[in-house]
Structure formats: C-alpha cells, structure tokens
C-alpha cells in the first residue's frame, strides 16, 4: 500500500487565494519531499523536510510536518492560474534501511483565473 | 545539461510482446528509480538502483525486469506485455544528501506512455 496519503483528492480555489493540502504517512521517515506534476509532464521537485525540521519556506510555499501525527502540509499562498498541477508527497522509510522513495496519491489542485 | 532522459517517449505494444525502456542521467547519481503512474494510483515503485550493478524490487515487481550495467542507464524490460501493464512510466535519479541524510531531490524523466493492446 502506498506510504503516502494526500488529502483531500482535489481542490479547487480562485486565484489568489491559498491552497493547502496534506499527506499522511505511516512509518518513520528520515526526510519528506513534495513534488509537483503538470499534466503529461514528469514531477518536479518543491521542497524538502528533514524529520528534525517542523517547518520550511520556500517563497510562496510552507511545509511543516509533524511526526508524532505522521504528517505534512503544504501551503502554497497567493495562488495563481500556473500553480494548477497534481501534487505529491513522497517519504523514506527510516526503518527499512534502503533508498526507496514512496509517493503518495496525490492532490489535484485546480486554481481558477 | 540534459538530467533525465526517458526513450521512447511513446509506445504501443501486442500482448506478449516484449520492450526495454531506457532511462539515462547525466548528473552522476548513483540511487535511479522506475515508476508507474496509473489514473488515481499515483507512483508505484517497480525497481530501483542503488549503484552500478545493483537493482532491487519495489512495490510493484512481477512482470518486469532491470539492468544496471552502467552508472548513467537504467533499464526497464517487460517480458511479455500484458493490457495491465498500460501506463505512464516514469524514471528518477538522485544521490545521497552531503549532510550525512539519506536524500536530496529526485530528478525525473518526462515519462513513456506504453498501450499495451
């Protein structure tokens, strides 16, 4: 089953306003990265969040994580029409001791102009 | 600086016929990765690398096949392919963080659609 779990499935906003979306997961990690996919394209790469890190920022973006939950959320603020793409987050397993990273479903984020 | 280069791009195949997808980097990684992406299954892990010579399973193994014989290529083969098997296949290099942690970005390829008739 897939590590990760983004939620919700798709959302659609206006533009300007903020979008947040969230990943669950379910075993310890060493890191979490959040990736973005425009249709027909290959992912590319956002942000990253070491697990002794409870928040980053990346211009208009803001990751935390929460590891007690065993969670992430991204928020992208001020959002425009070119921000519209499939979201993904992707983990380690700090348990199984190999270089493997698992994406989660995916959120479809839709910006409206 | 080309990253990660996916060939072919595009590619229908009869059930039971076989293939080889080629994934090549230019950044020197030494950790690559095969995906599948499936309408509302996001990635899935087929094989990875993680050096010259090494492969290993993921999530999604049966009825595919890698070689690593060479640091800059990955390849995929599918034995004999089979209408599940349709999807966009994604490959991706990274290597190993400089803080001592296991991982930096993942760079990807543009994808290969495969139909499999």
């Known amino acids: 089953s897939q590590q990760g779990e983004e939620d919700p499935q798709a959302l659609s906003i206006q533009e300007g306003e903020n979008a947040t979306m969230n990943c669950s997961y379910k075993?310890?990690?060493?890191?979490l990265q959040w990736y973005r996919q425009n249709s027909g394209r290959g992912l590319v790469h956002l942000i990253l969040i070491r697990s002794n890190e409870r928040e980053k920022h990346s211009g208009r973006l803001r990751v935390t994580l929460d590891t007690s939950k065993k969670s992430s959320s991204l928020l992208i603020t001020a959002s425009r029409a070119a921000d519209t793409a499939s979201y993904f987050c992707?983990?380690?397993?700090?348990?199984?001791?190999?270089?493997?990273?698992?994406f989660g479903t995916g959120t479809r984020l839709k910006v409206l102009a | 600086n080309a990253g990660v280069t996916q060939t072919p791009k595009f590619r229908v195949l009869k059930t039971g016929q076989s293939m080889t997808l080629l994934c090549a980097q230019d950044?020197?990684?030494?950790?690559m990765y095969w995906y599948r992406q499936d309408p509302g299954m996001g990635l899935r892990l087929i094989h990875y690398s993680v050096g010259e010579g090494t492969t290993a399973k993921g999530e999604v193994p049966d009825g595919y096949n890698v070689s690593r014989l060479k640091k800059q290529n990955f390849l995929l083969g599918l034995e004999s392919a089979a209408p599940s098997q349709t999807s966009v296949y994604f490959c991706a290099s990274t290597n190993r963080g400089r803080t001592g942690f296991r991982w930096t970005e993942a760079f990807f390829g543009q994808g290969t659609r495969l139909t499999v008739v």
């Open positions: 992707a983990t380690d397993s700090a348990t199984s001791g190999t270089y493997k990273y698992i």
């Open positions: 950044m020197n990684h030494e950790y």
């Open positions: 075993t310890s990690i060493n890191n």
